[in-house]
């Protein structure tokens, strides 16, 4: 009798044992799944952050890149390229600026026409009038945007001489506009440039002595002599291609450049010359250093103009070598160009020895 109780007690006891067991590991298991679920949740939340970090950083530097890419986009200022001037007056001018932008031909502060670039920036200007005799600056200014106008940086001077001058070409020329620019003046037509004398037998006898220069055909002329108020000078000129040239200024010499393959140089002169007369020498140089063809011409400084009391703006005149102007494209002085005609007046004998000259070839520019 007493054991039946004592067992039915310890079952019980059992029954109660197994079922708090099974409670709490019931309680773990959502414990469990609820730390895991409020992980998760972190994850996704700690993933989402973080994309939306990296897609903004991603916008912050494609934007910098697109702001460096426009600062860094060149502008493009509308030039001069073509200029055609008839004795009439009738003008042609071309050239280039930025593509379907609109650019206003300027004459000082007075627009005498506008034109539109096409697609490949490239314009073509026909006014329906034509120029009056006299001289005239012309530039150029890109107005697509108001609030950004582009000017040229080349100008085009033009004199048209009057009905009563014997040799009615006109001048025409692409001058640049910048002080510092050490472009030469573009000499597009001159008055007198394509004539030259028919060879007397001085000539023939010049020509003679210049035997090998015969045979190779060498080319050597000096076209213009452009300077300003300060200390710019630049000469510029035709030379067979790929040649090397030394330069001198009253025997004295300047230094040397090499020629380009379209038959051109340029060279600036890095002495400070004050107004006056001068010769200045230009010597074609064979690879054995020995002078194959040589020209020489006079070239006068002259004082800078008095800008109080010259209000012209172009002055156009025969010079002691062709023409000389004095173009007022600079915002506060002027520049001056000497024009040469390509003739054997300025062939020397190579042969004759000069003093100061050099015969041993120096370092030449490429």
């Not at 033009?158 to 002080?179: D, F, Q, W």
């Not at 042969?351 to 030449?364: A, E, N, R, S, T």
Request: proline residues 6%.
């Amino acid at each position: 009798m007493i054991k039946r109780p004592i067992m039915i007690a310890c079952a019980g006891f059992l029954v109660v044992l197994v079922a708090l067991l099974l409670l709490f590991l019931s309680d773990e298991e959502v414990v469990d799944k609820n730390m895991a679920g409020s992980t998760t949740e972190k994850d996704n939340e700690a993933d989402s952050s973080q994309q939306d970090l990296i897609i903004k950083n991603q916008e912050k530097l494609k934007n910098s890149v697109d702001s460096n890419l426009q600062e860094q986009t060149p502008v493009v200022a509308p030039k001069f390229d073509v200029v055609r001037v008839d004795p009439e007056g009738n003008i042609v001018l071309a050239g280039r600026a930025q593509p379907n932008s609109i650019i206003e031909i300027m004459s000082g502060a007075k627009e005498i026409g506008r034109v539109k670039a096409d697609s490949r920036g490239e314009w073509v200007f026909v006014p329906g009038f034509q120029l009056k005799p006299g001289n005239i600056i012309l530039t150029l200014k890109d107005s697509t945007d108001p609030g950004n106008i582009v000017e040229s940086q080349n100008a085009v001077v033009i004199g048209i001489p009057g009905a009563e001058s014997k040799n009615r070409k006109p001048l025409a020329m692409v001058v640049p506009r910048s002080e510092a620019d050490k472009q030469p003046t573009q000499v597009v037509q001159a008055p007198g440039l394509e004539v030259s004398k028919p060879p007397s037998i001085n000539d023939t006898e010049k020509e003679k002595k210049f035997g090998e220069g015969i045979k190779e055909k060498l080319i050597l002329t000096i076209n213009t002599i452009d300077y300003d108020d300060g200390t710019l000078m630049v000469l510029s000129g035709t030379a067979s291609a790929q040649k090397f040239l030394r330069f001198y200024i009253d025997d004295k010499i300047e230094g040397s450049v090499k020629s380009t393959k379209e038959e051109t140089w340029s060279f600036q002169v890095q002495s400070k010359l004050t107004p006056g007369l001068y010769q200045i020498r230009v010597d074609l140089v064979g690879e054995d250093g020995k002078v194959r063809k040589r020209i020489q011409v006079p070239f006068e400084k002259v004082k800078p103009i008095n800008m109080k009391n010259e209000r012209r703006t172009v002055i156009i005149k025969p010079g002691n070598n062709l023409w000389r102007i004095a173009a007022r494209v600079y915002g506060s002085g002027f520049r001056y160009t000497e024009i040469y005609k390509a003739n054997l007046d300025q062939i020397r004998d190579p042969d004759l020895i000069y003093p100061g000259q050099v015969f041993k070839l120096p370092h030449l520019a490429q």
